[in-house]
T-cell receptor
């Protein structure tokens, strides 16, 4: 079974340019997450989707960041315009949803963004 | 609000020796606790979880963790470390009464030397 797929793996852009990341979760996983991971730190949640609905986006900087999951499967995360401080790894994860035994997230390999 | 603390930035251990990576948590209710491992330039991989039941849980690659409610801890352990265990380890907590949000600690780098 394929895992969570993210692209691109690496992206280098100049500041003020736009950038987009794509995520394909594990088939059947209705919950999708975007996390931000700075170097040497733990992941921080940006946004969580239950199917196509964004149920937790309180940590998403909405002035420059946007995300969508139109059909409840794939998702894109966009930054426009990018700033130097956005350099980080953007992790996508998916899970089967809520319930007593959930909480196990499956992560993609991440998209490493460098803003020059 | 839920939180996780990993007090050690790095743990060094010799191959063959036992290892412990520490984690303490804070939640309002009964916690769901997790350990993840991250190898260089890779995503996080699930190791083990505690939901309920036995306080000692066993996971992948010979790792185990002990839930201690009185000390609000969930330390990761392995009886005999391997060089290949060298990686970044993250503890995470979810408060089932606060939605499906998983909060991660800052991570501990484990270095196993031959």
């Amino acid at each position: 079974e394929a895992g969570v797929v993210q692209s691109p793996r690496y992206k280098i852009i100049e500041k003020k340019q736009p950038v987009a990341f794509w995520c394909n979760p594990i088939s059947g996983h209705n919950t999708l997450y975007w996390y931000l991971q700075n170097l040497g730190q733990g992941p921080e949640l940006l946004i969580r989707y239950e199917n196509e609905e964004a149920v937790d986006d309180s940590q998403l900087p909405k002035d420059r960041f946007s995300a969508e999951r139109l059909k409840g499967v794939d998702s894109t995360l966009k930054i426009q315009p990018a700033e130097l401080g956005d350099s980080a790894v953007y992790l996508c994860a998916s899970s089967l949803g809520q319930g007593a035994n959930t909480g196990e997230l499956f992560f993609g390999e991440g998209s490493r963004l460098t803003v020059l | 609000a839920q939180s996780v603390a990993q007090p050690e930035d790095q743990v060094n251990v010799a191959e063959g020796n036992p290892l412990t990576v520490k984690c303490t948590y804070s939640v309002s209710g009964n916690p769901y606790l997790f350990w993840y491992v991250q190898y260089p330039n890779r995503g996080l991989q699930f190791l083990l979880k505690y939901i309920t039941g036995d306080n000692l849980v066993k996971g992948s690659y010979g790792f185990e963790a002990e839930f201690n409610k009185s000390q609000t801890s969930f330390h990761l352990k392995k009886p005999s470390a391997l060089v290949s265990d060298s990686a970044l380890y993250f503890c995470a907590v979810r408060d089932p009464n606060a939605g499906n949000m998983l909060t991660f600690g800052g991570g501990t780098r484990l270095m196993v030397k031959p």
